[in-house]
């Protein structure tokens, strides 16, 4: 019995060695037909026998290609056609048509690192060994359809033996658009030493403490040895970073888990096609990596180069951070980086491939909801995370911290890699270079498109919004926004819930400077906010963010019998008197119901009374000295009257026990578990009142995992169900999924009320 099916694959199947894997895979069940590369993602006929069939389309589902991702799959029976074989037919007219998804870049696989280390292949130690199932991507596509011409890798004609290879249907690197071999392609330098020797030299260097400039995928890293406490404080210095953790890339996975407690969800992160770096609690302690910080971030090689490096003696754990002075973005571009870097790096260690596009490393880590992102690039990006049912194309624009944006293109959202902070002005021009890159390859139409930024009439993304030509833009409340990225990413737009933004800065309905915010409603009839922090006072505005004790003044200003805290224990600096001075004499004040600034008042009080180096860097400090605690300690109060939740009594109780001299990190954890107890009861009542019974929490403030673990515990317990983000961060960086989420209901002019 004879018979023929039709199949129409979607998802990442394009550039990902599709194509010879269906090839393949026809070939070894004896059927006929063809797979060619249509407009919408793959297609597939195939003819034989009727099990044989069958089991092929059983192997596609559960075994397709190691670096595609399958969104559907449509089958139809067709007629049999009386096929001779099975080829790989040409591309419909128009090639990949520009809804088909772009691939992320992808680690090294399996066969290309046998291959690299084996000692009679034509590749051994060849730094740009790839294949249809790994290399880059993403970070060397110049434009839509993916084809060598129209990768960075337009330089290197292929010599005969890698043509034969990317011509043969049956071989790995059958239209392998990066492939190269060390005759015709790119190569490594280290000064005047190519490839290997170069390499080996950098491993050595890296060995003898030096910092070293190493080209990645996405851009250059600075490396030195984790473990060499005087070659991290020289990249310290060097690098203006005083105090955020660096990043380590681990040798292996037993390097890895001697650095950080890896949970067997934190381990398949790690070893995930994506290759993040994973955030989990320290086993050891290396000097000046991560200061004052339980944590450390860890991730595997990725690259051949990388995998190379560490078997010519690179030390186990080095530190990998992006190439960067602090805030700027990761540098790309080889006579920039060269220049930025000069005095940085001891040595710079040149791939000649071009980067297309800056992609940082990603950044995860596992809490008690599960794996969540904290930085997407690199491995991502450009994914779709959400289906967006909109009619028209939307472009996002994000906020002005953590950029990202989001294009909506035939109803999938595509969220671009993490580009930074906006101020920046390499920053912002990264971000410009995204918007054209993007609406560019997905052959936008400006005259259709939807633009939506934040409401804040100064954000850098908000000015550049009013310069663009589209149809229409529209602007979306920031904590609404983070709660609808929740809500995409779960799919469920039509849902009513209660949502919880937690952050340290958005702009309000009212222009006040909100950040502790209870929404009810769905993204489709749009958020009432219901609840919020009490307000407090904000003395000096932007400054106020950067220094603790400044939040502090606003804070405790409602604060009855207040001690003088520029005394013993509290040693607040003067900068404290003259924001309390701001606010007697009701000069530059703001309200605010900030969750980043409660957290700054408490680590002030608890002796976080510097200017912070790195945002969040506070809230983080506190965590930690929380954790070193014992966790049986009780919450301070924090009561809510049914529509204001009160830190008065939380601070007031939280200084009654400093001065008593109780130990610091139990008095942080105390404040963890009365702010986690504090948003429990509100949303209790409010869930009860609303007639709720799912609970989205999103913003910064909730990647604060000992607040978030212990929150989820008590709403589970009360049989609420509980969403965060899980794709894009719950911080800023998800903001423009949130915006984009907000303007696609169908129906609507494109903003549903509410906002
Ligand atoms: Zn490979
Ligand atoms: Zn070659
Ligand atoms: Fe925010």
């Not at 949970?263 to 995930?272: D, F, G």
């Not at 819930?497 to 502790?516: K, Q, R």
């Not at 008042?601 to 954790?627: K, N, V």
Request: aromatic share 8%; hydrophobic share 45%.
């Amino acid at each position: 019995m004879s018979k023929a099916r039709l199949l129409r694959v979607h998802g990442v199947v394009q550039g990902v060695g599709f194509r010879p894997f269906v090839y393949r895979l026809a070939h070894s069940h004896g059927l006929r037909g063809w797979v060619l590369n249509a407009g919408e993602g793959v297609q597939i006929h195939v003819e034989g026998e009727a099990p044989a069939v069958d089991r092929f389309v059983q192997d596609l589902q559960a075994h397709p290609p190691p670096a595609s991702r399958i969104a559907d799959l449509e089958i139809a029976a067709v007629e049999p056609q009386g096929f001779a074989g099975f080829e790989i037919r040409d591309s419909e007219a128009g090639g990949a048509a520009p809804t088909v998804r772009i691939s992320p870049d992808l680690p090294v696989c399996a066969s290309c690192l046998e291959e690299l280390f084996s000692f009679t292949d034509r590749r051994r130690g060849y730094p740009f060994i790839n294949c249809t199932d790994c290399g880059p991507r993403y970070s060397i596509i110049l434009s839509l359809p993916y084809d060598r011409p129209r990768t960075t890798m337009r330089d290197w004609p292929l010599c005969s033996r890698c043509a034969a290879e990317y011509e043969d249907p049956a071989d790995r690197r059958f239209h392998a658009q990066p492939v190269a071999c060390p005759d015709c392609g790119p190569h490594f330098h280290l000064g005047e030493a190519t490839d290997e020797a170069a390499i080996r030299d950098a491993a050595r260097r890296l060995g003898a403490g030096e910092v070293l400039a190493v080209k990645g995928i996405g851009g250059y890293h600075l490396a030195c040895d984790a473990r060499n406490p005087a070659a991290v404080a020289a990249l310290r210095e060097r690098k203006f970073r005083k105090e955020k953790p660096f990043a380590l890339m681990a040798r292996d996975l037993e390097t890895a888990r001697s650095l950080i407690e890896l949970s067997a969800e934190a381990e398949s992160l790690l070893t995930s096609s994506a290759r993040p770096v994973v955030l989990a609690p320290a086993r050891v302690v290396l000097e000046g990596v991560a200061p004052e910080n339980g944590d450390l971030g860890v991730m595997l090689p990725y690259s051949p180069l990388h995998h190379l490096l560490f078997a010519y003696g690179a030390p186990a754990a080095l530190v990998m951070t992006s190439a960067n002075r602090s805030s700027e973005p990761i540098a790309y571009e080889d006579d920039e980086a060269i220049e930025r870097l000069a005095g940085l790096a001891d040595a710079f260690l040149i791939g000649e491939r071009p980067i297309a596009r800056r992609v940082d490393d990603s950044v995860c880590t596992v809490t008690s909801l599960g794996p969540a992102v904290l930085r997407r690039a690199r491995g991502y990006a450009p994914g779709a995370v959400a289906k967006l049912p909109s009619a028209r194309p939307i472009l996002a624009l994000g906020g002005d911290l953590k950029n990202t944006i989001t294009l909506v293109v035939n109803g999938e959202a595509f969220v671009s890699q993490h580009l930074g902070d906006l101020g920046n002005y390499d920053v912002f021009r990264a971000f410009q270079e995204t918007v054209r890159d993007l609406t560019a390859m997905y052959e936008v139409e400006w005259s259709e498109l939807l633009i939506v930024h934040d409401q804040h009439p100064q954000y850098v993304s908000s000015l550049y919004a009013q310069t663009l030509t589209a149809a229409e833009t529209v602007a979306v409340q920031h904590h609404r926004a983070h709660v609808a990225s929740v809500l995409a990413e779960h799919g469920a737009l039509d849902r009513r819930v209660l949502g919880v933004a937690f952050d340290g800065t958005g702009y309000g309905d009212d222009g006040a400077i909100w950040g502790s915010e209870f929404f009810a409603g769905s993204v489709q009839e749009g958020f009432a906010r219901v609840a919020h922090l009490r307000p407090a006072v904000l003395p000096g505005g932007d400054a106020a963010a950067r220094h603790p004790v400044q939040a502090a003044a606003g804070f405790l200003a409602g604060i009855a019998d207040l001690p003088d805290l520029t005394a013993a224990p509290f040693n607040f600096p003067r900068r404290y008197l003259q924001a309390r001075e701001l606010i007697e004499k009701n000069l530059r004040i703001f309200p605010t119901t900030s969750a980043g600034r409660l957290f700054d008042t408490a680590a002030a009080l608890l002796g976080f009374t510097r200017e912070i180096s790195f945002e969040g860097q506070a809230a983080i400090w506190l965590e930690h000295r929380a954790r070193t605690a014992r966790p049986d300690v009780d919450g301070y109060p924090m009561p809510f009257d049914g529509e204001e939740l009160d830190f008065r009594p939380l601070l007031a109780a939280l200084i009654e026990d400093r001065r008593a001299g109780r130990p610091g990190p139990e008095i942080a954890r105390a404040f963890h578990h009365g702010l986690a107890a504090g948003i429990a009861g509100a949303v209790l009542e409010l869930a009860s009142r609303e007639n709720l019974d799912i609970v989205v929490l999103s913003g910064g403030v909730f990647q604060n995992r000992l607040l978030l673990d212990r929150l989820v515990a008590l709403l589970r317990r009360e049989s609420l169900t509980v969403w965060t983000n899980r794709e894009v961060p719950a911080n800023d960086g998800g903001l423009s999924l949130g915006q984009a989420a907000l303007s696609s209901p169908p129906g609507t002019a494109g903003v549903p009320p509410g906002i």
